[in-house]
């Protein structure tokens, strides 16, 4: 049986899909066939074909990419600035937190202190700048307090301790949650000094926590370090400072008073949005702070 000798017009096309899988653009040789034909259909000439066929490639790449560094990121939960609900917290500087959401504060290496008692939305806010920065091409990294903590004493003991730095100096973002709730004994202290000591200056840190600056001493066995870790932390930070009554806990009355009047218990904003009496207070811009100058909450 005798092969049909292949047109110039084929062995160019299939030379050409060889090509695109070479160099691995692999969403350019998938649409390769449809493209040609969308390109006759249109009448496209050779340069807007080429830009059709790489623009597939490079939206491609960008949603990858994307997914990979939320992957990375290891986010608890998808909350984004649009579900946070301002309404129900009247005294929250809205032009702040959009100031905070243009993500300048990651150029400018700086931080971010959202500290205030438990279910006001200091997870919330965090992760919400978390996923705008990555959204924006920015590497980010989430982890607890306590987690951090446990990593960096696992590496110590499986001699991963340079490693295990690195790849917490090197995301643009470090969100650390979770502060405050679990006291630090001095090996935890030291470690968490030395995550915030080397991304001084170099890499943003969101941190929350339910102490005030001032009660920090309280969290760690060593007021020293303490002072050390927050002198670095505030120098160049926002700090949030966000006082009232737990979300969770309105979310709960909702629900509650919709059972009691029989009804489906509807989206728990809309009930929060009913006389809050929730006092939620803002710092500004605090640059070259030292501890003892701090508000405190606690
Ligand atoms: N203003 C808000 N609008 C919408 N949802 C909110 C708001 N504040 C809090 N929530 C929701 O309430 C829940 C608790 O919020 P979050 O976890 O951010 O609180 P937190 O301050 O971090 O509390 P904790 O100190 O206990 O960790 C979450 O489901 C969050 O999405
Ligand atoms: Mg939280």
Not at 48 to 58: D, K, P, Q, R, S
Not at 86 to 104: G, I, M, N, Y
Not at 162 to 179: Q, Y
Not at 208 to 216: E, I, K, L
């Amino acid at each position: 049986m005798s092969t049909q000798p292949q047109t110039p017009a084929a062995s160019a096309y299939q030379q050409l899909r060889g090509h695109l899988h070479y160099l691995r653009l692999e969403a350019a040789a998938e649409a390769l066939p449809a493209a040609l034909d969308h390109a006759k259909a249109h009448q496209f000439g050779h340069t807007a074909l080429l830009e059709h066929l790489l623009g597939i490639e490079v939206t491609a790449t960008q949603t990858r990419r994307q997914q990979s560094r939320l992957r990375f990121a290891a986010f608890p939960a998808p909350w984004r600035l649009e579900d946070f609900d301002f309404d129900a917290q009247p005294s929250v500087d809205r032009a702040l937190v959009q100031e905070l959401a243009t993500l300048r504060f990651i150029d400018e290496h700086a931080n971010v202190l959202l500290i205030g008692p438990p279910g006001v939305g200091k997870t919330h806010l965090a992760l919400a700048l978390g996923h705008l920065a990555v959204d924006a091409g920015y590497r980010v990294c989430y982890v607890t307090a306590a987690d951090l903590v446990a990593r960096c004493h696992r590496a110590a003991i499986e001699g991963r301790w340079a490693t295990t730095m690195r790849s917490l100096a090197t995301p643009r973002l470090l969100i650390i949650d979770e502060l405050g709730y679990l006291p630090l004994q001095a090996e935890g202290a030291a470690s968490l000094f030395q995550v915030i000591a080397q991304r001084y200056l170099k890499g943003s840190i969101a941190l929350t926590t339910n102490r005030g600056v001032a009660s920090w001493g309280q969290i760690f066995d060593d007021p020293m370090v303490a002072a050390a870790m927050l002198d670095r932390l505030l120098h160049r930070s926002t700090v949030l400072q966000i006082d009232g009554e737990s979300y969770r806990m309105r979310a709960h009355r909702a629900r509650v008073e919709a059972l009691r009047k029989g009804v489906t218990p509807t989206n728990p904003r809309s009930a929060a949005n009913r006389g809050s009496g929730l006092r939620l207070a803002l710092k500004p811009q605090v640059d070259g702070l030292r501890p003892g100058k701090n508000p405190d909450s606690a």
